[in-house]
Every structure is written in structure tokens, then in C-alpha cells.
């Protein structure tokens, strides 16, 4: 469908562009420019010739149309002819741009409204200089100086930019000048569509789209709430030893990206048994589990073989660059291996990031912007401490007097000896043999 819908649209768009230059006439050009028309053969440049019965004409319509959207507005900021474009040219020009613009941005294309927006603002920018030329009749007023304010004042409206889009105008125009006017112009644009109450474009879009995206700081009201306040109603959990039947109809249920995972058989320190939480395992890896069905055992209480662990690679549980990855239509089970376990335990980020139940919301909300967070867990308040770290504990030196072996890994210090030392290689050795094993 979104082939077809794009297809359709390139479709429309030529049609409408081949024929909308026929319905104009043709303007004469003037004697003393050289290079109106348009040279045959030539693809670039201004004053396109467009079957027009005499040599020495050109299409306004076509000039806009027939040319590279960088050789558009470069033809739309030029003052090299008075009244070069018609006001009919102009008009129709915006609005089948501004259409196709609106269109074109919500189809599957990589389509942008940066360009589109110069054109429609240089073509109304345009049309105000005509009609400035025409109430004062002073023929000096520059066409191509309207257009470029017209480009101006449509960025500034539609996506609130005023420095970076005064840089970039300024460089297409190489004229400093132009500076104090372009300033006015995209303050007046931008304050006047703040004062509308209408969100800029792009902001739009993520709204449309329903993407959750952060503010730069969290709202005041934040700091009155904690975490357990919006943490999810549902939650869905995994126990470390659980059923392969029931992991499946949970990926079948929900959609998630993580799910915590719980040990319900540990013993503190006063020897009684209470859960933990053993940290968060990711959609992406139950499924590679799930499809290479090496870790499932007949019973709960069944160890999994070590040398398991090595069948995995490490491209298993990367996401492939042109794909989306695995997808849960791609497993099949039967009905013995639906009833069996899994330990899921080696599968789980132990390290994931979690909260207590009591902490600030605008301290959450800091978490998700600063560390890029995607999911975050919500834990009881622990009871005990085990100990403080502080700034000087995370010094290299102060962790490599306490764990000599790990100097290996220092930036100063060679990676490629890593295998050969005492404490290291014989994680390489068992590897390569437990590889060999399996063989």
C-alpha cells in the first residue's frame, strides 16, 4: 500500500507539473540578458523555455518547475528582470507547492519541509514585491529581496528557527547587508506564530506520531510526585526458572521491550525467603531463546549444561542493521517444548537501572533525558546499605591498588596482552575449549 500510495503521488505530481507550465503564455525576454532562453540541452539555470512559439521567450511557470529545487530558489531570489515571474505564475506555483508539500511529507518517502518551505515563502515573498512595485511604482524595488524575506518569514512561522535560519539564509545570499532585515523579519514571523498558540511543525509531528519525546526539564508539579505515582498499573513480570508456554503467550500478549525478571527463592541474611529482583530482560533476546531452543529444560530444578552458553554468538542478540530483527511469527514450538523451562537468569541485565518507589519524579525525569533510557524499575525502598561510594573510590589508581590484575585494562596499557595474563586468559582458554567440545 505504501508502495502504491507513493507511486500515485509521483504520478499526480509529474502530470500536474508538465501540465500546469502549458496553460501560461510565454514571456519575451529581455534583449540585453544573455542567456534568456535557456540554452537546448542545458538542465540548469533560469528562463526555460517551454513551447513557446518564438525563440526569444521563456515560461515563468517552467523556470520554477523544470529545474533543481537549489536552481528554484536561486531563480526566485534573482532580480536580474523586472517582473520576471507573473502573479499567476507565482500563485499557482505556492499553492500546488504548498500541496504537494503537505502531501509528500506524510507518505513512506524521505521527504523534507525545509526546501518546500523556502519555495512557498520565496513565491509569496515574490508577490509582495510585485504588489509593493506596483502601489509605489518605484521600478527600483528589488523582487529578489522579497523573496528572500518571504523564505525568512515562512521558516520562522512554520519551525521557530531565528539564528541558525538567519546563518543559513545569509550564506545562500553572501550579502551581510541583508542582516538587520532578515533579523526583523524572522523575530516579527516567529513571535507572531507563538502568539497563534499552534505548536511548530516539527513539534507537530512528534505529537501526531505519538513519539515520547522529553522536554529539556521536567514540569514544576514534577517535584510533588514520586515515582511510584506513575509507575504502570500492569506489571508484567518473568521468575528466574519460568515456563516456555507462558513466555511465549506473554510476547503474544503485550508488546513490551523488557520485562523484570524475579528470583522468588532467595534467602536473606536472617534466612528467610522473599523475592528479588534480578534485573530486566529484553523482547530481543527471549526471542533469539526461544527460536534456538538450546536452554529449554524437562524440569524446573534441571541445570543447563556450561558449556550451553557457549553455542550462543554475540550476533545472535544484536539487531540486525536492515531488518527489525526477529519477529515472533518466526518461532515455532511444539507442544513438549511448550512445556518446558527455561532459566532465565543468564539472560538478564543484572546492572539495568532502577529506583526506589519514593523518589522525586523530576529526578526520574532527569534519569530518562540524561542516560537515554527507554525503561526504568521500580523497586520498595531497600532496608540495609552495604556501603558508600564515593568520587575518590572511582579513581583508576585507588581501584587498581585494591585489584592489581585490572591494571590489564587500563587506557595506558595494551589490550592485545589480555589473554596472555594469569587472571584473564584462562577465560580465552576455556572458551576455546568449550568451543572445541561442542563441535
Do not use: W
Amino acid at each position: 500500500v505504501k508502495v502504491i500510495e507513493a507511486m500515485l503521488v509521483a504520478a499526480i505530481t509529474s502530470t500536474f507539473q508538465f501540465g500546469l507550465p502549458l496553460a501560461f503564455s510565454c514571456k519575451t525576454c529581455d534583449p540585453e540578458i544573455a542567456s534568456c532562453p535557456r540554452p537546448t540541452g542545458l538542465h540548469y539555470g533560469n528562463f526555460v523555455s517551454m513551447a513557446c512559439p518564438e525563440p526569444n521567450q521563456y515560461n515563468d511557470l517552467a523556470t520554477i518547475f523544470f529545474n533543481t529545487q537549489d536552481d528554484a530558489i536561486r531563480n526566485l531570489f534573482s532580480s536580474e528582470m523586472t517582473h520576471e515571474y507573473s502573479p499567476g505564475a507565482l500563485v499557482t506555483f505556492f499553492c500546488f507547492f504548498f500541496i504537494l508539500a503537505v502531501i509528500t511529507y506524510g507518505i513512506s518517502v524521505p521527504s523534507g519541509l525545509f526546501v518546500p518551505s523556502i519555495l512557498c515563502g520565496a513565491a509569496y515573498g515574490r508577490l509582495v514585491g510585485m504588489l509593493m512595485t506596483s502601489v509605489t511604482g518605484n521600478i527600483e524595488i528589488k523582487e529578489g529581496t522579497y523573496a528572500l524575506l518571504g523564505a525568512a518569514s515562512f521558516l520562522a512561522g512554520a519551525m521557530r528557527m531565528t539564528v541558525s535560519m538567519c546563518v543559513i539564509l545569509l550564506e545562500l545570499t553572501n550579502n551581510l547587508s541583508l542582516l538587520p532585515l532578515i533579523m526583523l523579519v524572522l523575530l516579527v514571523s516567529k513571535a507572531v506564530a507563538d502568539l497563534t498558540g499552534i505548536l511548530p511543525i516539527y513539534d507537530l509531528h512528534i505529537h501526531i506520531k505519538k513519539i515520547p519525546l522529553l522536554e529539556a526539564s521536567a514540569e514544576k508539579y514534577f517535584r510533588h510526585l514520586t515515582a511510584s505515582d506513575v509507575k504502570s498499573g500492569k506489571n508484567i513480570s518473568f521468575s528466574r526458572v519460568e515456563k516456555v508456554g507462558f513466555v511465549l503467550d506473554v510476547l503474544k500478549s503485550c508488546e513490551h521491550n523488557g520485562f523484570p525478571v524475579i528470583d522468588l527463592n532467595v534467602t536473606n541474611v536472617n534466612g528467610v525467603q522473599e523475592p528479588s529482583f534480578l534485573g530486566v530482560v529484553l523482547r530481543s533476546h527471549l526471542l533469539v531463546v526461544l527460536k534456538r531452543k538450546i536452554s529449554f529444560v524437562k524440569e524446573p530444578g534441571d541445570g543447563v549444561p556450561p558449556l550451553v552458553a557457549f553455542q550462543y554468538d554475540i550476533t545472535d542478540f544484536t539487531k540486525p542493521i536492515s531488518s527489525k530483527g526477529m519477529r515472533l511469527q518466526d518461532i515455532e514450538l511444539t507442544d513438549e517444548e511448550l512445556n518446558m523451562y527455561v532459566d532465565l537468569s543468564q539472560f538478564v541485565n543484572t546492572s539495568t537501572h532502577c529506583v526506589a518507589d519514593d523518589m522525586s519524579l523530576s529526578k526520574v525525569y532527569n534519569l530518562f533525558r540524561q542516560l537515554g533510557l527507554r525503561h526504568l524499575c521500580v523497586v520498595p525502598k531497600p532496608q540495609e546499605v552495604l556501603g558508600v561510594i564515593t568520587r575518590k573510590d572511582l579513581l583508576p589508581h585507588h581501584i587498581e591498588a585494591s585489584y592489581p590484575e585490572v591494571k590489564h585494562f587500563s587506557r595506558s596499557g595494551s589490550y592485545g596482552n589480555l589473554s596472555k595474563s594469569p587472571s584473564f586468559g584462562s577465560f580465552s582458554k576455556r572458551k576455546e575449549l568449550g568451543a572445541s567440545l561442542i563441535v
